[in-house]
């Protein structure tokens, strides 16, 4: 079992950046973001596998978030920048045995952080 905690949301305004950290209790293998906005499905933000060179990026995350991960620190982060108010979500970190689109394909999840941009 692996816990995932996140942190780093808060409240920005548009053209600003976050950085969110996904701290886990152990090793992970492939890690996602995902986000939830009022009212909306979840949604995969951006994908990282084992190797940091593999990742991928939902059309709205490109060219302005990057995801990484450290594995001596068991963590992965989220670098936004250039938020916008449709950015506005919570911000789930999870963890999967192989890189994957797929939500179903991600076994352990985080709490959440809330992330607000205001126009």
């Known amino acids: 079992q692996v816990q995932l905690v996140e942190s780093g949301g808060g409240l920005v305004q548009a053209g600003g950046s976050l950085r969110l950290s996904c701290a886990a209790s152990?090793?992970?293998?492939?890690m996602g973001w995902f986000r939830q906005a009022p009212g909306k499905e979840r949604e995969l933000v951006a994908v990282i596998g084992w190797s940091v060179s593999s990742t991928s990026y939902a059309d709205s995350a490109k060219g302005r978030f990057t995801i990484s991960r450290d594995d001596a620190k068991d963590t992965a982060y989220l670098q936004m920048n250039n938020l916008q108010p449709e950015d506005t979500a919570v911000y789930y970190c999870a963890a999967g045995y192989s890189k994957s689109w797929r939500q179903r394909d991600y076994v352990f999840w985080g709490q959440g952080t809330q992330v607000t941009v205001s126009s």
């Open positions: 152990g090793r992970t293998f492939a």
